[in-house]
């Protein structure tokens, strides 16, 4: 099994310019996830989707927009970059083990780049 | 609010040392707790889960719930050790969702 994977693995945008980050899984889970990791910042959950067809937002969803494709795939988008959105990218996907919370299985990143 | 607090950025210690990476959270109801860990140029992955109380890589951390606390621990540092750690906190609503720490850059000296 792959488990998460993740493309591309770098970009380099400029200002203005939109792309789509591509997430898939294939351990069956239900929940996925987007976050960025910048320094001294940690990890912050942009956008979820607990199910297919269902997404939500994190704690800085402005400026992305996603779409659950269906249960293995998530999609991550920016419309119009801005230099602000450079960042390393990390999907996720986790099932919960009832009741318990599952841990999350992290994909490779994707080093986004905003000139 | 719930929030994950490392206090730590950057823990510097030499081989053979003992180390202790700091955690603390603010959580209402009952807590479930992790550690990641990075490695240069690595995906994260889990390292513990507080419920498993198992040892990992030489690796422990105790949930301590009156000082609201999840250290990890290790009593001699090896400089594989090197790494980027995140204290995670679980919310066990139905999304499923985790709140990261801010991390803390483990330098193990030789």
């Known amino acids: 099994n792959a488990g998460v994977t993740q493309t591309p693995k770098f970009q380099v945008l400029k200002t203005g310019q939109s792309m789509t980050l591509q997430c898939a899984q294939d351990?069956?889970?239900?929940?996925m996830y987007w976050y960025r990791q910048d320094p001294g910042m940690g990890l912050r959950l942009i956008y979820y989707?607990?199910?297919?067809?269902?997404?939500d937002k994190g704690e800085v969803p402005n400026g992305y927009n996603v779409s659950r494709l269906n249960k293995r795939e998530f999609s991550l988008r920016l419309e119009s970059a801005a230099p602000s959105q450079t960042s390393v990218y990390f999907c996720?996907?986790?099932?919960?083990?009832?009741?318990?919370?599952?841990?999350?299985?992290f994909g490779p990143g994707t080093r986004l780049t905003v000139l | 609010a719930q929030r994950v607090t490392q206090p730590e950025k950057l823990l510097s210690v030499f081989k053979g040392a003992p180390v202790e990476l700091k955690c603390n959270y603010s959580?209402?109801?009952?807590?479930?707790l992790f550690w990641y860990v990075q490695y240069s140029r690595q995906r994260l992955q889990l390292l513990l889960r507080h419920i498993s109380r198992e040892s990992i890589k030489g690796f422990t951390a105790d949930l301590n719930k009156g000082e609201t606390s999840f250290h990890l621990k290790k009593p001699f540092a090896q400089e594989e050790d090197s790494a980027m750690y995140y204290c995670?906190?679980?919310?066990?609503?139905?999304?499923?969702?985790?709140?990261f720490g801010k991390g803390t850059r483990l330098h193990i000296l030789p």
């Open positions: 959580y209402s109801g009952s807590p479930e």
């Open positions: 995670a906190l679980s919310l066990m609503n139905r999304d499923d969702k985790i709140i």
């Open positions: 996720a996907s986790s099932e919960r083990e009832r009741p318990l919370h599952a841990p999350q299985y």
């Open positions: 351990m069956n889970h239900n929940s």
């Open positions: 989707s607990a199910s297919e067809g269902t997404t």
